[in-house]
């Protein structure tokens, strides 16, 4: 079955470090999003892709980077970790073809800064 | 800014009851809307998709509605199952991919 996985799942840092998120899908879907879930927020969408080579920022994207070199994943890189960016992120999916925009998510990646 | 508001934030329910799960929007141009299941520690599942055009949508003991004039959609479970515990959200896009708003979620205790 298709499937989109994270890793790492859960992950513990210090302020300052750089750490990297990955996700990986086998949809086949253009489309990816990286979104945090923090306690009163809601999702927020932090970066997108709408295909290789094609990143986008989103609401809440100051201090994260992503990069798509191929169709299956979008790893995101926060450069200089903040306890602010403790959170939950959740990376998504959706295909260009379909045009229902039904998203697919993975199953998340906790991360806490120290 | 779509705004999206869900109410009741938390519902305890014995199992077998009907019930009801409401979801509110500020802008009604939406593209489609989405309801998710969250279980604790994991992602998002999605259950039912309504696309603008529509007005339900019905999956099992599923059904969503939507009315877009009035910026409402509502999910309706029925026979209520202690497996149906968990957090469900509502997400109005409003086309665009980008473009989609989540709600903070009603979370759901089904008592057996």
């Known amino acids: 079955d298709a499937e989109i996985t994270q890793s790492p799942r859960h992950k513990i840092t210090e302020t300052g470090r750089q750490v990297t998120l990955a996700c990986h899908q086998t949809?086949?879907?253009?489309?990816m999003f990286w979104y945090r879930q923090d306690l009163g927020h809601g999702l927020r969408l932090i970066h997108y892709?709408?295909?290789?080579?094609?990143?986008n920022k989103g609401e809440v994207s100051d201090g994260y980077s992503v990069s798509r070199s191929n169709t299956e994943d979008l790893p995101l890189t926060l450069e200089s970790a903040a306890s602010s960016q403790t959170s939950v992120y959740f990376c998504?999916?959706?295909?260009?073809?379909?045009?229902?925009?039904?998203?697919?998510f993975g199953e998340g990646s906790r991360l806490t800064v120290l | 800014k779509q705004e999206v508001t869900q109410i009741p934030a938390a519902l305890s329910v014995p199992e077998g009851e009907n019930l009801v799960l409401n979801c509110s929007f500020t802008?009604?141009?939406?593209?489609?809307l989405q309801w998710f299941r969250q279980d604790p520690g994991k992602g998002l599942t999605s259950l039912l998709l309504?696309?603008?055009?529509?007005r339900e949508q019905t999956s099992g003991r599923l059904n969503a509605s939507l009315d877009k004039s009035s910026g409402r959609s509502t999910l309706y479970i029925a026979a209520s199952q202690p497996g149906d515990s968990a957090t469900y959200l509502c997400?109005?896009?409003?086309?665009?991919?980008?473009?989609?708003?989540f709600g903070t979620g009603t979370k759901l205790q089904v008592i057996p």
């Open positions: 997400a109005p896009s409003r086309g665009g991919y980008q473009k989609v708003t």
């Open positions: 949809w086949n879907h253009n489309n």
């Open positions: 309504i696309q603008s055009s529509q």
């Open positions: 892709s709408y295909g290789v080579q094609d990143t």
């Open positions: 802008d009604s141009a939406i593209y489609n």
């Open positions: 998504a999916s959706s295909s260009r073809h379909t045009n229902t925009g039904e998203l697919f």
